[in-house]
Protein backbone atom coordinates (compact mmCIF):
# COMPACT_ATOMS: atom_id res chain seq x y z
CA UNK A 1 0.00 0.00 0.00
CA UNK A 2 1.45 3.16 -0.86
CA UNK A 3 1.49 6.10 1.76
CA UNK A 4 -1.60 7.95 -0.77
CA UNK A 5 -3.54 4.92 -0.64
CA UNK A 6 -2.89 4.59 3.20
CA UNK A 7 -4.23 8.36 3.66
CA UNK A 8 -7.50 7.80 2.11
CA UNK A 9 -8.14 4.80 4.09
CA UNK A 10 -7.69 6.52 6.98
CA UNK A 11 -9.74 9.37 6.24
CA UNK A 12 -12.87 7.10 5.16
CA UNK A 13 -12.68 5.35 8.69
CA UNK A 14 -16.08 5.45 9.73
CA UNK A 15 -15.54 4.03 13.19
CA UNK A 16 -16.85 6.10 16.62
CA UNK A 17 -17.42 9.19 14.64
CA UNK A 18 -20.79 10.75 16.24
CA UNK A 19 -23.70 10.89 14.28
CA UNK A 20 -27.22 12.42 14.57
CA UNK A 21 -30.24 10.80 13.91
CA UNK A 22 -33.90 11.97 14.29
CA UNK A 23 -36.06 9.07 15.76
CA UNK A 24 -38.84 11.97 16.27
CA UNK A 25 -39.98 15.67 16.03
CA UNK A 26 -37.23 16.11 19.43
CA UNK A 27 -35.64 12.99 19.59
CA UNK A 28 -32.38 11.96 18.40
CA UNK A 29 -29.83 9.32 19.02
CA UNK A 30 -26.19 10.57 19.33
CA UNK A 31 -24.11 7.66 18.35
CA UNK A 32 -21.10 7.14 20.05
CA UNK A 33 -21.56 10.21 21.75
CA UNK A 34 -20.61 9.60 24.57
CA UNK A 35 -17.21 7.57 24.01
CA UNK A 36 -14.62 10.35 24.40
CA UNK A 37 -16.11 10.46 27.65
CA UNK A 38 -15.53 7.23 29.03
CA UNK A 39 -12.39 7.48 30.73
CA UNK A 40 -13.83 10.01 33.01
CA UNK A 41 -17.38 8.47 32.80
CA UNK A 42 -16.13 5.21 34.50
CA UNK A 43 -13.65 6.63 37.09
CA UNK A 44 -16.82 8.68 38.44
CA UNK A 45 -19.62 5.86 38.55
CA UNK A 46 -17.52 3.34 40.55
CA UNK A 47 -17.45 6.19 43.36
CA UNK A 48 -21.18 6.70 43.06
CA UNK A 49 -21.53 3.03 42.90
CA UNK A 50 -19.17 2.59 46.29
CA UNK A 51 -21.26 5.35 48.27
CA UNK A 52 -24.73 3.75 46.44
CA UNK A 53 -24.85 0.20 45.35
CA UNK A 54 -26.76 -1.51 42.96
CA UNK A 55 -30.13 -2.82 43.76
CA UNK A 56 -33.06 -4.47 42.39
CA UNK A 57 -36.36 -2.60 43.78
CA UNK A 58 -39.91 -3.58 44.42
CA UNK A 59 -42.43 -2.21 41.61
CA UNK A 60 -45.88 -1.12 43.32
CA UNK A 61 -47.61 -4.00 42.29
CA UNK A 62 -44.74 -6.59 43.71
CA UNK A 63 -42.59 -7.73 41.42
CA UNK A 64 -38.79 -7.27 41.94
CA UNK A 65 -37.64 -5.31 38.73
CA UNK A 66 -35.09 -7.07 36.46
CA UNK A 67 -32.73 -4.19 36.16
CA UNK A 68 -30.88 -3.08 39.52
CA UNK A 69 -30.41 0.31 39.98
CA UNK A 70 -28.73 3.45 42.03
CA UNK A 71 -28.59 7.12 41.51
CA UNK A 72 -26.79 10.51 41.71
CA UNK A 73 -27.76 13.97 41.84
CA UNK A 74 -30.23 15.87 44.21
CA UNK A 75 -32.79 13.60 43.50
CA UNK A 76 -33.03 9.99 42.94
CA UNK A 77 -35.95 7.73 41.27
CA UNK A 78 -37.29 4.59 43.63
CA UNK A 79 -40.07 2.55 43.64
CA UNK A 80 -41.54 0.01 46.47
CA UNK A 81 -45.08 -0.94 47.24
CA UNK A 82 -46.07 2.25 47.92
CA UNK A 83 -45.23 3.82 44.38
CA UNK A 84 -42.76 5.17 42.48
CA UNK A 85 -41.27 8.99 43.52
CA UNK A 86 -37.94 10.90 43.99
CA UNK A 87 -36.61 10.79 46.61
CA UNK A 88 -33.48 13.27 48.56
CA UNK A 89 -32.35 9.99 50.19
CA UNK A 90 -31.16 6.50 49.21
CA UNK A 91 -33.99 4.34 51.12
CA UNK A 92 -31.00 1.56 51.71
CA UNK A 93 -28.41 3.93 53.75
CA UNK A 94 -30.92 6.72 54.96
CA UNK A 95 -27.69 8.96 53.20
CA UNK A 96 -28.23 11.81 50.77
CA UNK A 97 -27.96 10.14 47.32
CA UNK A 98 -24.02 10.58 45.85
CA UNK A 99 -23.68 14.01 44.33
CA UNK A 100 -23.67 14.04 40.69
CA UNK A 101 -20.15 14.08 39.29
CA UNK A 102 -19.21 16.96 37.02
CA UNK A 103 -18.30 14.65 33.92
CA UNK A 104 -22.14 13.32 33.95
CA UNK A 105 -23.49 16.83 34.42
CA UNK A 106 -21.42 18.40 31.42
CA UNK A 107 -21.78 15.45 29.26
CA UNK A 108 -26.10 15.27 29.65
CA UNK A 109 -25.43 19.10 28.90
CA UNK A 110 -23.63 18.38 25.94
CA UNK A 111 -26.17 16.12 24.52
CA UNK A 112 -28.89 18.36 25.41
CA UNK A 113 -27.74 21.01 23.31
CA UNK A 114 -26.90 18.42 20.61
CA UNK A 115 -30.20 17.29 20.08
CA UNK A 116 -31.41 20.99 20.40
CA UNK A 117 -32.48 21.85 24.23
CA UNK A 118 -29.82 24.65 25.06
CA UNK A 119 -30.37 24.24 28.10
CA UNK A 120 -30.60 21.31 30.37
CA UNK A 121 -29.76 21.34 34.09
CA UNK A 122 -30.68 17.62 35.20
CA UNK A 123 -30.88 17.26 39.08
CA UNK A 124 -30.97 13.62 39.16
CA UNK A 125 -29.47 10.49 37.35
CA UNK A 126 -30.66 6.98 37.96
CA UNK A 127 -28.14 4.67 37.12
CA UNK A 128 -29.77 1.00 35.75
CA UNK A 129 -28.04 -2.19 35.48
CA UNK A 130 -29.46 -4.80 33.01
CA UNK A 131 -27.45 -7.99 33.41
CA UNK A 132 -28.37 -10.48 30.33
CA UNK A 133 -32.20 -11.09 30.08
CA UNK A 134 -33.02 -8.28 31.84
CA UNK A 135 -35.81 -5.50 30.75
CA UNK A 136 -37.72 -2.51 30.87
CA UNK A 137 -41.62 -2.66 30.08
CA UNK A 138 -43.21 -0.13 27.69
CA UNK A 139 -43.57 3.10 30.21
CA UNK A 140 -43.88 6.71 30.21
CA UNK A 141 -41.32 9.06 32.34
CA UNK A 142 -43.80 10.84 34.26
CA UNK A 143 -42.71 10.78 38.03
CA UNK A 144 -40.94 14.74 37.52
CA UNK A 145 -42.51 17.58 38.37
CA UNK A 146 -42.28 19.40 35.37
CA UNK A 147 -41.83 18.05 31.85
CA UNK A 148 -40.04 20.92 30.00
CA UNK A 149 -36.57 19.15 30.41
CA UNK A 150 -35.38 16.67 27.77
CA UNK A 151 -34.75 12.68 28.92
CA UNK A 152 -30.84 12.10 28.33
CA UNK A 153 -30.51 8.79 28.21
CA UNK A 154 -26.95 7.35 27.74
CA UNK A 155 -25.97 3.63 26.68
CA UNK A 156 -23.04 1.63 28.01
CA UNK A 157 -21.50 -1.93 27.79
CA UNK A 158 -23.86 -4.71 25.84
CA UNK A 159 -25.84 -3.68 23.34
CA UNK A 160 -30.27 -3.40 23.48
CA UNK A 161 -32.99 -2.60 21.81
CA UNK A 162 -34.69 0.49 22.45
CA UNK A 163 -38.48 0.62 21.89
CA UNK A 164 -39.70 4.09 21.15
CA UNK A 165 -43.03 4.54 20.95
CA UNK A 166 -45.56 6.77 20.86
CA UNK A 167 -48.50 8.23 23.34
CA UNK A 168 -50.16 5.47 23.82
CA UNK A 169 -49.20 2.34 25.23
CA UNK A 170 -50.49 0.56 22.17
CA UNK A 171 -49.05 2.54 19.72
CA UNK A 172 -46.44 0.86 17.47
CA UNK A 173 -42.82 1.35 18.93
CA UNK A 174 -39.74 1.66 16.69
CA UNK A 175 -37.04 -0.48 17.80
CA UNK A 176 -33.69 0.93 17.74
CA UNK A 177 -30.53 -0.39 18.09
CA UNK A 178 -28.27 1.14 21.00
CA UNK A 179 -24.71 0.29 21.02
CA UNK A 180 -21.97 1.40 23.77
CA UNK A 181 -21.50 5.35 23.65
CA UNK A 182 -24.74 6.08 22.15
CA UNK A 183 -27.16 8.38 23.88
CA UNK A 184 -30.85 8.73 22.71
CA UNK A 185 -32.33 12.21 23.92
CA UNK A 186 -36.09 12.80 23.63
CA UNK A 187 -38.06 16.09 25.09
CA UNK A 188 -40.49 18.87 23.68
CA UNK A 189 -43.26 17.64 21.55
CA UNK A 190 -42.03 13.93 22.28
CA UNK A 191 -41.63 14.24 26.42
CA UNK A 192 -44.34 11.52 27.02
CA UNK A 193 -44.00 9.38 24.36
CA UNK A 194 -43.70 5.68 25.54
CA UNK A 195 -40.77 3.55 25.82
CA UNK A 196 -38.59 0.31 26.80
CA UNK A 197 -35.81 -2.02 26.41
CA UNK A 198 -36.17 -5.50 24.86
CA UNK A 199 -34.40 -8.21 27.13
CA UNK A 200 -30.68 -7.58 26.97
CA UNK A 201 -29.08 -10.81 24.96
CA UNK A 202 -25.85 -12.77 26.44
CA UNK A 203 -22.89 -11.40 25.90
CA UNK A 204 -19.70 -10.18 26.87
CA UNK A 205 -18.53 -6.05 26.46
CA UNK A 206 -14.91 -5.56 26.50
CA UNK A 207 -14.91 -3.14 28.54
CA UNK A 208 -17.95 -3.52 30.55
CA UNK A 209 -18.38 -7.17 31.03
CA UNK A 210 -21.64 -8.77 31.07
CA UNK A 211 -24.20 -6.05 31.45
CA UNK A 212 -25.67 -3.18 29.94
CA UNK A 213 -25.36 -0.15 32.04
CA UNK A 214 -27.62 3.03 31.15
CA UNK A 215 -27.88 6.86 32.74
CA UNK A 216 -31.00 8.31 32.42
CA UNK A 217 -30.33 12.46 33.24
CA UNK A 218 -33.78 14.42 34.07
CA UNK A 219 -34.33 17.43 35.79
CA UNK A 220 -37.22 15.86 38.45
CA UNK A 221 -37.54 18.96 40.89
C1 LIG B 1 -35.50 3.96 31.25
O1 LIG B 1 -36.38 4.29 30.48
O2 LIG B 1 -35.57 4.20 32.46
C2 LIG B 1 -34.26 3.26 30.77
C3 LIG B 1 -34.06 3.26 29.29
C4 LIG B 1 -32.81 2.51 28.91
O3 LIG B 1 -32.29 1.70 29.68
O4 LIG B 1 -32.32 2.72 27.78
FE1 LIG C 1 -37.90 5.74 31.12
Redesign the pocket.
Known sequence: MNPTTFDLFADAEPVQQPRREQIGEQSYVLRSFALPWLDRLLPALETVLAAAPFRQMITPGGFTMSVALSNCGTLGWTTDRSGYRYTRNDPQTGLTWPRMPDVFFELAQAAAREAGFATFTPDSC?I?R?VPGAK?SL?Q?KDENAYAAPIV?V?LGLP?M?LFGGFERSNKSQRVP?LHGDI?VWGGVDRLRY???LPIKEGQHSRLGEQRI?F?FRTAG
Request: hydrophobic content about 40%; cysteine-free; overall charge negative.
Open positions: LNYMHDSSAFLVHGVNT
